[in-house]
C-alpha cells in the first residue's frame, strides 16, 4: 500500500512511501532496470531512500509552486506547472519576432512606437498551428502527413528529369558511336609500312 507520494515536474524522478519494507523491496525488484516506455533508450532505476528525502523533495517542489501562484494541482491559472515553460517560450518567440519586425522597419523609417507594438504582442497569444493546418494528411493508418509541391517545384523536378534523360541518351549515343569506330577499325586491312 502507497502511504505517500512524490514526482517531480518533469516527471523524471519520483519517491514513493510504501506500508512496509517487503512491499518496496518487491516494487525494486520489479521495476529495477525495467525500459519504460517502451521504446526509450533509458532504464528506470530503483533505489532505496529516506522519508527525509520524501519530505525535503516534497517541500522543495511546494515552495517552487507557491512562487509561481499555482494551486495545490500544480496548475498556474489553468495551465499545467509543466506547460508553462512551454506557453512562456512561445510568448517571448513571438515578442523577438516583433522586436525584430520593429527594428526592420525602423531602418526603413517606417518605424512605430516600439511600446505600442509590445504591448500589441502581449494583447494576443501565439497561434499554434497543428499538423492538420500544415500538412495533408493521409486517411489510411498510421498517418503520414505530406505537403505537395508548388507548381515551380513540379517544373524544377520535371526539367531536372528531362536533363537527365538527355544526358543518358547523348551518353548512349556516344558509347554507340565509339563502338562503331572499334568495329570499323577491325574490318579494316592492316597496312604493312611498305605499301
Known amino acids: 500500500t502507497i502511504v505517500d507520494f512524490w514526482i517531480d515536474r518533469i516527471k523524471s524522478m519520483c519517491c514513493v512511501q510504501f506500508s512496509t519494507v517487503d512491499q518496496a523491496s518487491e516494487t525494486r525488484m520489479a521495476l529495477d532496470g525495467v525500459t519504460w516506455p517502451q521504446g526509450n533508450p533509458k532504464t528506470l532505476r530503483v533505489s532505496f531512500s529516506t ?3 520524501l519530505k ?3 517541500e522543495s517542489s511546494s515552495d517552487a509552486l507557491s512562487r509561481l501562484g499555482g494551486d495545490s494541482n500544480g496548475r498556474l491559472g489553468g495551465v499545467r506547472e509543466w506547460d508553462k515553460n512551454k506557453l512562456d517560450q512561445e510568448q517571448e518567440r513571438a515578442k523577438e519576432r516583433e522586436k525584430r519586425l520593429v527594428r526592420e522597419k525602423e531602418r526603413r523609417g ?4 516600439v511600446q505600442e507594438r509590445e504591448k500589441s ?3 494576443k497569444p501565439a497561434a499554434v498551428k497543428s499538423l492538420e493546418d500544415l500538412f495533408k494528411k493521409t486517411v489510411a ?3 503520414i502527413y505530406w505537403k505537395p509541391l508548388s507548381e515551380d517545384q513540379i517544373k ?3 526539367e531536372a528529369r528531362n536533363k537527365k534523360i538527355m ?3 547523348i551518353m548512349r549515343e556516344m558509347m554507340d558511336t565509339k563502338e562503331s569506330l572499334q568495329r570499323s577499325k577491325k ?7 611498305h605499301d
Open 51 to 53: 522519508e527525509e528525502e
Open 56 to 58: 525535503k523533495h516534497q
Open 110 to 113: 517606417e518605424g512605430r512606437d
Open 121 to 123: 504582442v502581449e494583447k
Open 141 to 143: 493508418g498510421p498517418a
Open 156 to 158: 524544377q523536378k520535371i
Open 167 to 169: 544526358e543518358a541518351q
Open 187 to 193: 574490318l579494316l586491312p592492316a597496312r604493312s609500312p
